[in-house]
């Protein structure tokens, strides 16, 4: 597409569907000018045409937002009144002239200006990320500010939303750009290499090219090992409730949750399966799991009756369903229920690491002996107060916010690092990543300057995969201008 238009015009309602104030139609391409004067017909003051529209007439003012009254532009029937805005190529959202219409976001207007459009020649409907495609096409997002685009549409909390919009800002590109230009120019030396065998460059010069490929290679793998805690963040970071039956791991949830998620009751085994919810604790996105109490099986009783034996098949399975995300959970509750006698319950114990926080629950029926028994009972037997240990009341309320601060505190912990917010966010720029640092490896490992060429070359490729804008011999030549050696 050398003039940046990709054929035919395209157009769709950018904002989302049902009843609005306002809602927003996008239409690009070469015909998205006359368009926007066959809508407006008759209704401006006689434009210059500018743009790459065949009859574009009375064209508002490139980029500033004109009140005009849209019309069918079969019928001439008034539809709305609108603000609508005009943006010439290159310097659109998409590269090509693109007309934008505002109108009052009423069903009825919507349709009413959809299917004028559509029965204008050259003019269809857009696909799905059909106007971004477009944008990348022309050179305006690389892939890696397309995905930043998508998730800061998708982002529902703060540190997701941080996290979007610096790499829509280019945040990675610039990042791999970089690490592109410098092992470009290593690559250029070694293709020198080749194309003067016979001058004999000082071996010198080979190390410290080498040296340089080495010094990106283990900055790539420094930014690999950050705990994949961009994906985290673009997922979500999983807290598992767990503890033994009726502890009230339920009434946390929803206490947590503050609505009636998981159904609590006094009956043990009530929770069979696995619920999740989400939340937004303090800008971090927290998927909170609540799940089948954990006990040990009914031991001497496998002569039991049938439906007992179903009954502890069905507990059973919900138990397995609470191991498995336990051993996932980037977080673990362990609830206790202070008043449940003297011995916590081996099966929860089992479950204590790094990633969980202990809760004693029920302390608003716990008498101070048995909240005392419960703490001595989890500092274990240096008698130190467990750390990461909070008494609480999922009835009451009583003692959740200092819970939650701690859970804020390990989100921010599982997701900044204390290194900030991280660079790569999805499994597609690790995996393009990872190649380049192999492809770096076997450079390193290679003997012969055309093998080492062909491995750098993989290398640079691979970074171009993440932003999809590198072209290898491209970027060569510009290398190559400005590169004076044999002289
Ligand atoms: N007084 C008081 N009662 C509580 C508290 N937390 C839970 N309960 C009660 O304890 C009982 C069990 O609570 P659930 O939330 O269903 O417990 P659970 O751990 O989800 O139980 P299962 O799903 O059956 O394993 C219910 O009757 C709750 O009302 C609390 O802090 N104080
Ligand atoms: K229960
Ligand atoms: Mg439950």
């Not at 500018?50 to 532009?73: F, H, I, K, N, V």
């Not at 800061?152 to 941080?162: G, H, M, N």
């Not at 979007?164 to 750009?177: K, P, S």
């Not at 990633?355 to 005392?372: F, I, T, Y």
Request: hydrophobic share 45%.
């Amino acid at each position: 597409m050398p003039d940046g238009y990709a054929g035919e015009t395209i157009f769709a309602p950018s904002t989302a569907p049902g009843r609005a104030g306002v809602a927003v139609i996008r239409v690009s391409g070469r015909q998205a000018g006359r368009a926007l004067s066959a809508l407006t017909g008759g209704d401006g003051a006689g434009g210059d045409g500018t743009g790459g529209g065949a009859t574009a007439t009375d064209l508002p003012a490139p980029r500033l937002a004109t009140l005009r009254s849209l019309r069918d532009p079969k019928s001439g029937e008034p539809i709305d009144r609108a603000l609508v805005l005009w943006f010439p190529a290159p310097q659109s959202f998409t590269g090509e002239d693109v007309a934008e219409l505002h109108l009052h976001g009423g069903r009825a207007v919507v349709a009413a200006v959809l299917a004028g459009l559509g029965g204008i020649p050259g003019l269809r409907p857009a696909e799905a990320g059909e106007f971004t495609r477009r944008a990348f096409d022309n050179g305006k997002l690389d892939l890696t500010a397309v995905e930043g685009l998508a998730d800061l549409i998708e982002a529902d909390t703060e540190a997701q939303r941080r996290q979007a919009l610096r790499q829509m800002e280019g945040g990675l590109a610039r990042l791999t750009d970089a690490w592109a230009a410098r092992l470009l120019r290593v690559l250029a030396h070694f293709e020198a290499a080749i194309d003067f065998a016979d001058e004999d460059l000082p071996e010198a010069l080979d190390r410290e090219a080498l040296d340089t490929a080495a010094g990106v290679a283990s900055e790539i793998r420094a930014a690999l090992a950050d705990g994949r805690r961009g994906e985290r963040l673009r997922e979500g970071l999983s807290a598992v409730i767990l503890g033994a039956p009726n502890a009230g791991k339920s009434s946390l949830m929803n206490a947590i949750a503050r609505r009636e998620a998981a159904i609590v009751s006094t009956v043990a085994g009530t929770t069979r399966d696995v619920i999740e919810v989400h939340l937004d604790l303090g800008g971090y996105p927290v998927t909170l799991v609540d799940t089948a109490g954990l006990r040990a099986g009914p031991a001497g009783e496998d002569e039991g009756d049938n439906a007992e034996a179903g009954q502890w098949a069905i507990e059973h399975e919900g138990m397995e369903r609470a191991r498995r995300r336990a051993e996932a959970a980037d977080l673990k509750l362990l609830v206790f229920d202070i008043t449940g006698g003297p011995g916590l319950p081996p099966e929860v114990l089992a479950l204590r690491d790094e990633r969980s926080l202990l809760v004693l629950n029920k302390m608003d029926l716990g008498s101070p002996e048995e909240v005392a028994v419960a703490r001595r009972a989890l500092a274990g037997e240096d008698g130190v107060r467990g750390a990461g240990c909070f008494l609480v009341s999922a009835e009451t309320g009583e003692g959740l916010s200092d819970l939650l601060a701690a859970m804020i505190e390990r989100a921010g912990d599982c997701f900044a690092n204390g290194m900030g917010l991280a660079e790569i966010t999805r499994e597609r720029h690790r995996r393009a990543l990872e190649d380049c640092c192999a492809s770096l490896e076997a450079a390193a490992a290679a003997a012969l300057p055309e093998l080492v060429a062909e491995e750098l070359r993989l290398a640079v490729r691979s970074l171009g995969r993440l932003t999809g804008r590198v072209d290898v011999e491209d970027l060569l030549d510009v290398v190559f201008s400005e590169f004076c050696i044999g002289k």
